[in-house]
């Protein structure tokens, strides 16, 4: 075995987990995939030499990447619409998915779509710190030098992106069978047009986020009411749903026309829903893969 193919073995063991640091920074699986491939190209080219710790070389490779697509989007002022939600990671029977089982897995972990939406509201920086440290176990000496600021600051950068993680992200109940029985509750009184069978299950300071695109404004419905609702008038233009893990958490697809054309996160808190997070863009839909059977 020679030196390239050595070094592209040992990329792959590590593929699924920088995979997964670059989908926690930059919410967008295809950019993800852009920054793994800039780790490889740059392991390629300047080899193994000096580097005792290969995953975590690597890591700091992606991390770098990252910020450097974050901070683009920002001059390019392409800050976040309230109602943008990030790529889901979709994973269900017969196969169902956005990736390798194994990849899926580890993107999923822990990382609910709820707690991405949250993520994209960081500031580049804050959310490195807060992905490389809290998600991922990266020593803040490891991270300070990624955003040219001193180890005390990078912390504190971190400090403050966990608070507002902590204030802003939904907590969910721990249970998901339990999880799951309050959504399959939700999309069958949607189905049924039952106003009473969706406020049961919906509590009332309930948000939902919905992304249909570019060129249409995100959609934001607060309170238990308006999201039924919105949720009867979804169901009235779909030809079914059904029910799958979203990020390791419940979720759905709305399928109309044979084509899978929405996908649902749901955050189940004390056996109602608190918050929901749609995907409605026709052209990320199909760069899913997504099948509706």
């Known amino acids: 075995m020679n030196e390239r193919e050595y070094l592209a073995e040992r990329f792959e063991e590590h593929r699924p987990r920088l995979r997964a640091v670059a989908y926690r920074m930059l919410g967008s699986l295809s950019e993800a995939d852009d920054a793994v491939q800039e780790a490889w190209l740059k392991l390629s080219?300047?080899?193994?030499?000096?580097?005792?710790?290969?995953?975590?070389?690597?890591?700091?490779?992606?991390?770098?990447v990252c910020l450097t697509m974050l901070r683009s989007r920002t001059r390019r002022g392409e800050q976040p619409l309230d109602g943008h939600v990030p790529d889901p990671v979709v994973d269900g029977p017969d196969?169902?998915?956005?990736?390798?089982?194994?990849?899926?897995?580890?993107?999923?972990?822990?990382?609910?779509?709820?707690?991405?939406?949250?993520?994209?509201?960081?500031?580049?920086?804050?959310?490195?710190?807060?992905?490389?440290?809290?998600?991922?176990?990266?020593?803040?000496?490891?991270?300070?030098p990624l955003i040219g600021r001193g180890v005390p600051a990078t912390r504190q950068l971190a400090s403050r992106a966990r608070r507002r993680v902590r204030g802003a992200a939904p907590p969910s109940d721990t249970d998901l069978p339990t999880q799951r029985r309050v959504v399959d509750a939700f999309l069958t009184?949607?189905?049924?047009?039952?106003?009473?069978?969706?406020?049961?299950?919906?509590?009332?300071?309930?948000?939902?986020?919905?992304?249909?695109?570019?060129?249409?404004?995100?959609?934001?419905?607060?309170?238990?009411?308006?999201?039924?609702?919105?949720?009867?008038?979804?169901?009235?233009?779909?030809?079914?749903?059904?029910?799958?893990?979203?990020?390791?958490?419940?979720?759905?697809?709305?399928?109309?026309?044979g084509r899978?054309?929405?996908?649902?996160?749901?955050?189940?808190?004390?056996?109602?829903?608190?918050?929901?997070?749609?995907?409605?863009?026709?052209?990320?839909?199909?760069?899913?893969?997504?099948?509706?059977v």
């Open 189 to 257: 009184a949607a189905a049924g047009g039952d106003l009473e069978g969706l406020m049961a299950v919906l509590d009332p300071e309930v948000v939902l986020r919905s992304d249909d695109g570019p060129g249409r404004p995100g959609t934001v419905l607060r309170g238990a009411r308006a999201v039924a609702g919105g949720a009867l008038a979804f169901a009235r233009m779909t030809s079914g749903s059904r029910s799958l893990l979203v990020n390791g958490g419940p979720g759905a697809i709305g399928v109309t026309g």
């Open 45 to 64: 080219r300047t080899g193994r030499e000096g580097v005792d710790n290969l995953g975590g070389w690597l890591t700091t490779v992606v991390g770098r």
């Open 260 to 292: 899978v054309t929405s996908v649902a996160s749901f955050t189940v808190s004390g056996g109602r829903i608190v918050a929901m997070t749609v995907l409605a863009d026709p052209e990320r839909i199909d760069a899913l893969g997504l099948r509706p």
């Open 95 to 144: 196969g169902m998915g956005t990736g390798d089982p194994e990849e899926r897995a580890l993107l999923a972990d822990s990382v609910s779509l709820a707690l991405m939406v949250v993520l994209e509201t960081l500031n580049p920086a804050e959310r490195l710190a807060f992905v490389l440290h809290d998600l991922f176990s990266l020593p803040f000496d490891d991270i300070a």
